[in-house]
């Protein structure tokens, strides 16, 4: 799907990132295309955790996205301070995921519209 190229992502979290509701330290991974196509996995870096975050279309052809937590190597413990600052990171998370599908179903909305000109 086009919306999964990097440039295309890289342009909405760019913006994403110039909006209220700001970018976190989201960028787009470089990674090798399965079939020919691109991934579209964005990485969101958290700072009050050791866990990996990452965002990622669900399936080719569908503009849905999930954010995904993996299993953290070591335990956690934080300040209430920070657990309120991972909080924010975590909205900001879900945020740039709502943003994303948001986008991608507009984009495949424009393609389809430009398919029946």
């Not at 990485?43 to 993996?70: K, Q």
């Not at 995921?97 to 991608?104: E, I, N, T, V, Y």
Request: net charge negative.
């Amino acid at each position: 799907m086009p919306f999964r190229s990097k440039d295309t992502l890289q342009a909405w979290l760019d913006e994403f990132a110039a909006s209220s509701a700001g970018g976190g330290n989201a960028f787009v991974a470089d990674q090798e295309p399965v079939d020919g196509v691109d991934s579209g996995l964005v990485i969101f870096p958290l700072a009050n955790a050791t866990t990996s975050v990452y965002l990622a279309p669900m399936a080719v052809g569908v503009p849905d996205w999930r954010v995904t937590f993996e299993a953290q190597p070591e335990v956690t413990e934080l300040s209430p301070e920070a657990v309120y600052d991972l909080c924010r990171e975590i909205t900001t998370a879900a945020d740039l995921c709502d943003f994303l599908q948001h986008k991608s179903v507009e984009h495949m909305a424009q393609l389809a519209a430009d398919a029946q000109d």
